[in-house]
């Protein structure tokens, strides 16, 4: 049980388009999703906080209108990367919360980025 | 505000040898705690975790992590490695709030 699917694994656009990443939560509900970033070699960095039916509490340093988060339901969360260039590269992991779990995350697969 | 500070970046180890990733944490609240893996290109798994009770927690594989409140810490340990153990690990700490922070990553590489 617990499974975070992630959606795409891997996308490759032109600079200026906008990607859109996809984070489902299979046989749970997540009123919590997170948005992670990850550079090579690197830890993961905390984007946004993602509650169902809310805005998106992004962390310090990230922009909204560049990095757009939609929880419509308690099974879906969207990262949007507007008009996206090569500094936006990157691994993307998306993570849920199980709905009156004990703060345990569980984690999709992740996207890897790349911006032409 | 919480911290993660896993104080070894690399391990390198042959394969059979025991292993201890180390993780060190700061907190002025409660936290739990909680180790992943992740394999190259792909998100990460939950290998351990520390909710309460015992503070001996232990993994289906043969990992362990012990809970040490004085000095907040919570070491990972495997008394023999095998290659398929190679990947990079990631102690977390999680707040009630239900916000994570991560250590920087262990890279463990287990050599035949």
């Known amino acids: 049980g617990a499974v975070v699917s992630q959606h795409p694994s891997r996308v490759i656009c032109k600079s200026g388009t906008s990607v859109k990443i996809e984070c489902r939560s299979l046989?749970?509900?997540?009123?919590?999703m997170f948005w992670y970033r990850q550079f090579p070699k690197q830890s993961l960095m905390l984007m946004a906080t993602?509650?169902?039916?809310?805005?998106?509490?992004?962390e310090q340093g990230v922009e909204k209108d560049k990095f757009l988060i939609n929880h419509a339901s308690l099974t879906l969360s969207t990262l949007t990367v507007t008009s996206a260039h090569p500094e936006d590269s990157s691994f993307y992991i998306c993570?849920?919360?199980?709905?009156?779990?004990?703060?345990?995350?569980?984690f999709g697969a992740g996207t890897r980025l790349s911006v032409l | 505000a919480q911290s993660v500070t896993q104080l070894d970046s690399q391990v390198p180890v042959f394969e059979e040898a025991p292993v201890e990733l180390r993780c060190n944490y700061s907190?002025?609240?409660?936290?739990?705690l909680f180790w992943y893996v992740q394999y190259p290109n792909q998100g990460l798994q939950l290998l351990l975790k520390y909710l309460s009770g015992s503070t001996l927690v232990k993994s289906i594989n043969g990992f362990e992590a012990e809970f040490n409140k004085s000095q907040t810490s919570f070491h990972l340990r495997k008394p023999s490695v095998h290659i398929s153990d190679t990947a990079e690990y990631f102690c977390?700490?999680?707040?009630?709030?239900?916000?994570?922070?991560f250590g920087d990553g262990t890279t463990l590489t287990v050599k035949p």
């Open positions: 046989d749970f509900q997540a009123t919590t």
């Open positions: 977390a700490v999680t707040t009630n709030a239900g916000k994570s922070t």
């Open positions: 993602s509650n169902e039916g809310s805005k998106a509490t992004y």
């Open positions: 907190s002025s609240v409660s936290v739990y």
């Open positions: 993570s849920a919360r199980l709905r009156g779990g004990k703060n345990i995350q569980y």
